[in-house]
């Protein structure tokens, strides 16, 4: 079953711009990650954030946890035309047995406009 | 170094034929995983290893799919008998350890059709 639940589901902006992005999940987690995927490079990455922190950086990414709330967000500040790919949330694994991989959302598509 | 590879990068088969699909993770990386992701959609997981080893093979979507790894090296996933619904990229990816907190490194992935 689905974990993560990215919104919006696609975005388009200008180049400069802030872009945000939502992860909500279902079940407890000990982390949770984000990933971006574009045709050039593939599936990166992108920063962890752990159940115990609330807001993490990382270059131009900002990510925030709220585990009350079971949701994170993602953070983009003056995107620019490289960062138009598809960014996911990933949960998990999970030890104990079960699925034990990551669990990913549908993810967002974000458009960078020149 | 070297990153995660996988062969081939486009599989065309026909319905009903068995397809190889090969993962080389990275050197030293004791977990790889197999994930498969159909078009606009987010990946779903399929397996792990753990060494040689796939502790929970539950994920795979039915009895057509095994994977195989030796040692902690090469991984192969075949598709038996395929199906057009089979149609996906299947990615491979490896971490240093099994477990949460570990970041995963993904392959550029198989894109297999079957016509």
């Known amino acids: 079953s689905q974990q993560g639940e990215e919104d919006p589901q696609a975005l388009s902006i200008q180049e400069g711009e802030n872009a945000t992005m939502n992860c909500s999940y279902k079940?407890?987690?000990?982390?949770l990650q984000w990933y971006r995927q574009n045709s050039g490079r593939g599936l990166v990455h992108l920063i962890l954030i752990r159940s115990n922190e609330r807001e993490k950086h990382s270059g131009r990414l900002r990510v925030t946890l709220d585990t009350s709330k079971k949701s994170s967000s993602l953070l983009i500040t003056a995107s620019r035309a490289a960062d138009t790919a598809s960014y996911f949330c990933a949960t998990g694994p999970y030890s104990g047995g079960g699925a034990d991989g990551l669990t990913f959302g549908k993810g967002t598509h974000l458009i960078i406009q020149p | 170094g070297a990153g995660v590879s996988q062969s081939p990068s486009n599989k065309v088969t026909e319905k009903g034929k068995d397809v190889e699909l090969r993962c080389d993770p990275i050197?030293?990386?004791?977990?790889l995983y197999w994930y498969r992701q159909r078009l606009g959609q987010g990946l779903e997981f399929l397996i792990y290893?753990?060494?040689?080893?796939?502790?929970?093979k539950s994920g795979l979507p039915s009895d057509r799919f095994s994977a195989e790894r030796t040692g902690e090296s090469v991984s192969t996933l075949t598709i038996q008998r395929t199906q057009q619904e089979d149609s996906a990229v299947y990615l491979c990816?490896?971490?240093?350890?099994?477990?949460?907190?570990?970041?995963?490194?993904f392959g550029p992935g198989t894109r297999l059709t079957v016509t």
């Open positions: 290893f753990q060494g040689n080893s796939a502790p929970d």
């Open positions: 079940t407890s987690i000990n982390n």
């Open positions: 990816a490896s971490s240093f350890l099994y477990g949460q907190g570990y970041e995963q490194y």
């Open positions: 050197s030293g990386h004791t977990a």
